[in-house]
């Protein structure tokens, strides 16, 4: 079973559509699977920048059911799920713009679907509003708030422009929503648990892939001469106890810092 280590504060779980054998949909070669990963990662790490904890159902070219990715989510404990799309319609260039998709109206996630939609036809989409979607499994088993992003339709050029030219400012309009949707609990001290320091920072980034494949949330800080691994952002002291003892369980040396 894969282990997911929770913030408890802040904590993003992002789910790059299909994967693997399933490509979602496509057109004229593009594959949907590709479009939404490359999304899910620029806008983790750009939140993840910004003092989020982020976590992903994949990082890679995997396959997970619709059900796996729900239990993935629900085992992190995670604040928020957040999926990303992309649409199709029956006939090429018929329609276009983003949408996002709710388990149902009036509750938390279509709140927050609201607002990222909105940045999103901010940035140049077509709005296709918030829907309820009851059927959809990651929307009705996820334990928490959920809601599935589509980014535009895959098969019409206009939207795929967008999507391709104006890359980064989509994924910027993301953020932004989800910065305005959720904003970060608590902005003032932070501590991290350091688990290495290495002079070369190849060495840093391999422990930080460990890490990662064991779900930890984890950060690489230039402190010259050195490279410094540091697990977590913790909104306290005793919260970032609590992860030295685990970090410590799996066998790390470890040191709690400032983040």
Same mark, same amino acid.
């Given at each position: 079973?894969e282990?997911?280590?929770?913030h408890?504060?802040?904590l993003?779980?992002l789910?790059?559509a299909h994967?693997?054998?399933?490509?979602?949909?496509?057109?004229?070669?593009?594959?949907?699977?590709?479009?939404?990963?490359?999304v899910?990662?620029?806008?983790?790490?750009k939140?993840?920048?910004?003092?989020?904890?982020?976590l992903?159902t994949?990082?890679?070219?995997?396959y997970?059911?619709?059900?796996e990715?729900?239990?993935i989510?629900?085992?992190?404990?995670?604040d928020?799920?957040?999926?990303?799309h992309?649409n199709?319609?029956?006939?090429?260039?018929?329609?276009?713009?983003t949408?996002?998709?709710? !388990?149902? %109206?009036?509750?938390?996630?279509?709140?927050?679907?609201?607002?990222?939609?909105? &940045? *999103?036809? +901010?940035?140049g989409f /077509?709005?296709?509003?918030?829907?309820?979607?009851?059927g959809?499994?990651?929307?009705r088993?996820t334990?928490?708030?959920?809601?599935?992003?589509?980014?535009?339709?895959?098969n019409?050029?206009?939207?795929?422009?967008?999507?391709?030219?104006r890359?980064?400012?989509?994924?910027?309009a993301i953020?932004?929503?989800?910065?305005q949707?959720?904003?970060?609990?608590?902005?003032?001290?932070?501590y991290g648990?350091?688990v290495?320091l290495?002079?070369?920072?190849?060495?840093?980034?391999?422990?930080r892939?460990?890490?990662?494949?064991?779900?930890?949330?984890?950060?690489?800080?230039?402190?010259?001469p !050195?490279? %410094?691994?540091i697990?977590?952002?913790?909104?306290?002291l005793?919260d970032?106890? &609590? *992860?030295? +003892?685990q970090?410590? /369980?799996?066998?790390?040396?470890t040191?709690v810092?400032?983040?």
């Amino acid at each position: 079973m894969e282990r997911l280590i929770v913030h408890k504060a802040y904590l993003r779980i992002l789910y790059p559509a299909h994967g693997g054998y399933d490509n979602g949909a496509s057109f004229q070669g593009r594959k949907e699977k590709d479009d939404t990963l490359r999304v899910a990662l620029a806008v983790g790490q750009k939140l993840k920048d910004a003092g989020y904890n982020v976590l992903y159902t994949r990082t890679t070219d995997r396959y997970d059911s619709p059900f796996e990715k729900a239990q993935i989510a629900n085992r992190s404990g995670a604040d928020y799920f957040i999926s990303f799309h992309r649409n199709s319609g029956t006939n090429p260039n018929t329609y276009n713009g983003t949408q996002a998709l709710v !388990y149902a %109206a009036d509750t938390e996630a279509e709140r927050i679907g609201e607002i990222i939609n909105q &940045e *999103l036809v +901010d940035f140049g989409f /077509q709005d296709l509003g918030v829907v309820e979607r009851p059927g959809l499994v990651v929307l009705r088993r996820t334990q928490m708030p959920a809601v599935l992003m589509e980014l535009g339709f895959i098969n019409n050029d206009m939207d795929n422009q967008m999507f391709d030219q104006r890359f980064d400012e989509m994924v910027d309009a993301i953020v932004s929503g989800v910065e305005q949707a959720v904003p970060i609990k608590n902005s003032g001290q932070q501590y991290g648990v350091q688990v290495g320091l290495f002079r070369h920072e190849s060495n840093a980034e391999y422990l930080r892939e460990q890490l990662e494949s064991q779900g930890y949330f984890v950060a690489v800080k230039r402190e010259d001469p !050195y490279y %410094a691994v540091i697990v977590g952002r913790e909104a306290t002291l005793e919260d970032a106890k &609590e *992860l030295q +003892d685990q970090l410590r /369980q799996d066998g790390y040396d470890t040191l709690v810092v400032r983040a």
